[in-house]
Structures are given as C-alpha cells and as structure tokens.
C-alpha cells in the first residue's frame, strides 16, 4: 500500500496514474487565465481591440510569456502613449467591471 503521509526515498509517494494527470494538467493550465474565463459574459468583452490586445499580451493572458511596453510597442505598431493608454483603460474597464 502506498503511503501519503509523507515522503518516499525517492520523493513523495503519488500512484502513477495521478503523477501523470498532474504532470500532465499543471502546466496547461493557468489559474489567473481560467478567471478571466469564468464570467458570462467574458470579462475582457468590453475592452475594445487595442486595450484587449494589449492587456492580455503585457500580462501573458495569450499563453505567450508577458511583454514589456516597448515589446508591444514593437508588436502593435501603436506609439509609445498609445500603448500606455490602452492598457490605462483597459485596466480602469476591468477594475470598474470587477467592482474595484
């Protein structure tokens, strides 16, 4: 029988079938992003392209490593205000959508 009350001598004892979903899982899935997609409707429905574009670049939320403002600058074509102003709104829509 296999114990989970503590450590094995080659690490923490888990059935080879949960090692593998959690092996599996845990890497695919982001808890941040499982939120953003749990509202009905979808909480970054009311930004509008940029902001939406934006925002979920600068935070990683496109499964991508998150980008810096000059990174988006670069992506998006838009200038340097542009950018700060869409991810400015973009926030202040979400906040305000989240009752912050």
Do not use: C
């Not at 004892?13 to 949960?18: E, I, S």
């Not at 845990?26 to 509202?39: C, R």
């Amino acid at each position: 029988m296999t114990s989970f009350l503590g450590p094995a001598e080659d690490g923490w004892a888990y059935p080879d079938d949960l090692a593998a979903e959690i092996t599996d899982h845990s890497a695919d899935v982001d808890d941040d992003l499982v939120s953003l997609h749990a509202g009905s409707p979808h909480l970054l429905d009311e930004l509008d392209v940029a902001e939406r574009q934006v925002v979920t670049a600068h935070y990683g939320l496109d499964g991508r490593a998150p980008r810096s403002m000059k990174q988006l600058r670069n992506e998006t074509g838009m200038s340097r205000s542009e950018v700060r102003q869409a991810l400015g709104t973009g926030l202040e829509k979400l906040r305000a959508r989240m009752g912050g």
